[in-house]
Structures are given as structure tokens and as C-alpha cells.
């Protein structure tokens, strides 16, 4: 299957910092890329949608002024947490969509640990 | 709204035992998805399912997708030690505002395997 990759893999900040977290698509062009959240024992969670030069999409409840998505390029797409907060600790996994294939299917980023302290 | 159910979202079995993990959802979709979660590491996809009836099976697992019943199966045959993480079913349904389909994922269904 296709490969996502994202920076960093972990990542501890002190509270009010921004981070920033990069998610590439790294053998084919994604056409949308998702960002997801995952709390401890518990299921994924859609945080936003983006298309490449477009805005992302955010789902409801998701400060789209706290989590910044810029899609710049189609193997490229970054989430910035700004101003983090403890409760922002999170396991962060992006996704990346190819319309175009055999099984138009969703591949997974390795994800990223964030922790707030 | 599509939702997606699993279950069992807990199980405890021993090795060389069969069991099924069953998923279940809302609406109209023939596409779904069966990934692999480790204790703090990202998905890994098992299966892909397109249309109804489709099996596939990979070692000890097999998946089978019924879309009339909105059912799909994750079948573990003989389990062993190494089968143990959390299982999650994903099916593709919800078209987002940004244009894509999106995938809406069951619970997770945390397996774990006693020797």
C-alpha cells in the first residue's frame, strides 16, 4: 500500500506553545487528507477535512482558530496546534485519500504524540 | 448520520480458539475497511471489503462483507499470542463538506489472546 509519513513522531511542549505537525503522502498525490485525534482507548475521532488549495473542512465541536490545516501541495498537508493545552495531549494520526485507484482507500500516517505539559 | 457499531469491544480469548468480531452499520455503503491498532502505534490496514459478499482472508483472519444485513465479520481462526490489539471496522459513507468521502469508524474491539 500507499505510505504516509508524519513529523514528529512525539512531541512535548509546555503550555501555550504552538506545534506543528507534518503529514506526507509519500509515493502518490492525495487529493484530500484527513486529520484525526485519538484519545486514550478510544476510536478515532475526524478533526478535519482538507483538499489541496482549498480550506479544511472542520467537524463540529473542532476550533478551527486552534487547529490550523494548510494543504499546500497534494503530498503535503500540516496541522498547527496553537497555544496548546494539557487537554490538547492527544495522539494526532493523519490520513491521505487517493480518488483515483483500484480501492480508493484511505492510508494512515504513523501518527503523533503530543503531550502538553 | 452513518453509524458504525462493533462487537464485541472486549475479548479475552485463549490461544487456538475461533472467534468473530461483528460489525454493523447504519446506512447504505458498499465499502468497508477492517485496520490494526498496537498499543500506541497508528492503523494498519487488514482488509478492504467492496461489495457485497466479498471475502478475504489473510492467516488466521478472515472478513466477509454482507450488505444487505450491513454486516461485516472479522473471523479469527486458532488465535494466537500475536493477533492480540485492538481491531477496528471503518466503513465509507459519509460524504464531507470538503468533497471526499469520508470513513466513519466503529468503537474498536480490543482483543486479547492468554496463552
Known amino acids: 500500500g500507499a505510505v504516509v509519513s508524519q513529523h514528529p513522531s512525539r512531541v512535548i511542549c509546555k503550555s501555550g506553545t504552538s506545534v506543528k505537525i507534518e503529514c506526507r503522502s509519500l509515493?502518490?498525490?492525495?487529493?484530500?487528507m484527513f486529520w484525526y485525534r485519538q484519545f486514550p482507548k478510544q476510536s478515532l475521532m475526524l478533526m478535519a477535512t482538507?483538499?489541496?488549495?482549498?480550506?479544511?473542512?472542520?467537524e463540529q465541536g473542532v476550533e478551527k482558530d486552534k487547529f490550523l490545516i494548510n494543504h499546500a501541495s497534494l503530498t503535503l498537508s500540516t496541522l498547527t496546534v496553537t497555544s496548546a493545552h494539557p487537554e490538547d495531549s492527544s495522539f494526532y494520526i493523519c490520513s491521505a485519500r487517493v480518488l483515483a485507484g483500484v480501492y480508493n482507500e484511505q492510508f494512515f500516517g504513523p501518527g503523533t504524540r503530543l503531550t502538553v505539559l | 448520520e452513518l453509524k458504525v457499531e462493533q462487537n464485541p469491544l472486549f475479548l479475552s480469548m485463549q490461544e487456538g480458539k475461533n472467534y468473530t468480531i461483528y460489525c454493523n452499520y447504519s446506512?447504505?455503503?458498499?465499502?468497508l475497511y477492517w485496520y490494526r491498532q498496537d498499543p500506541g502505534k497508528s492503523l494498519e490496514s487488514l482488509f478492504v471489503l467492496l461489495s457485497n459478499g466479498a471475502v478475504k482472508q489473510e492467516g488466521r483472519l478472515m472478513a466477509s462483507l454482507d450488505t444487505k444485513a450491513r454486516l461485516s465479520t472479522l473471523h479469527i481462526t486458532a488465535a494466537v499470542h500475536d493477533l492480540s490489539a485492538t481491531y477496528f471496522c471503518?466503513?465509507?459513507?459519509?460524504?464531507?463538506?470538503?468533497?471526499?468521502?469520508?470513513?466513519?469508524f466503529g468503537k474498536g474491539t480490543k482483543l486479547s489472546v492468554i496463552p
Open positions: 446506512t447504505t455503503s458498499d465499502r
Open positions: 471503518a466503513v465509507d459513507g459519509s460524504y464531507s463538506g470538503a468533497g471526499s468521502y469520508q470513513l466513519t
Open positions: 482538507s483538499n489541496e488549495g482549498s480550506k479544511a473542512t472542520y
Open positions: 509515493d502518490f498525490q492525495a487529493t484530500t
